[in-house]
Nanobody, 122 residues
Framework: QVQLVESGGGLVQPGGSLRLSCAAS????????MAWYRQAPGKQREPVAA???????NYADSVKARFAISRDNAKNTLFLQMNSLKPEDTAVYYC????????????????WGQGTQVTVSS
């Protein structure tokens, strides 16, 4: 089992910056990759950024060049640096971690945090 706790959300003006953190605990050695998702009011949860086992990062087109995902392996912590924030970035941001289990086939298991609110408003 993996437990995830997000922090760092809050209210920020357009053009401002925030850094989100996600602390992982439990069976952290089994984590193969982590990601950030967000869900705005009335919208579906969408992926924002992901970091793979080799350290490469992928971003949604809407946040590319503005957000940066990183990790601190020693502290089992995931970060999302958000710059040049826009009102449309307002959402609850969720930390995601996944494990890959190989038996007779390959299965992916996902774990989620409770979310942290990010509000971008003047």
């Amino acid at each position: 089992q993996v437990q995830l706790v997000e922090s760092g959300g809050g209210l920020v003006q357009p053009g401002g910056s925030l850094r989100l953190s996600c602390a992982a605990s439990g069976s952290t050695s089994s984590i193969n990759g982590m990601a950030w998702y967000r869900q705005a009011p009335g919208k579906q949860r969408e992926p924002v950024a992901a970091i793979t086992i080799d350290g490469s990062a992928n971003y949604a087109d809407s946040v590319k060049a503005r957000f940066a995902i990183s990790r601190d392996n020693a502290k089992n912590t995931l970060f999302l640096q958000m710059n040049s924030l826009k009102p449309e970035d307002t959402a609850v941001y969720y930390c995601n971690a996944f494990t890959v289990v190989v038996t007779s086939t390959v299965k992916r298991l996902d774990y989620w945090g409770q979310g942290t609110q990010v509000t971008v408003s003047s």
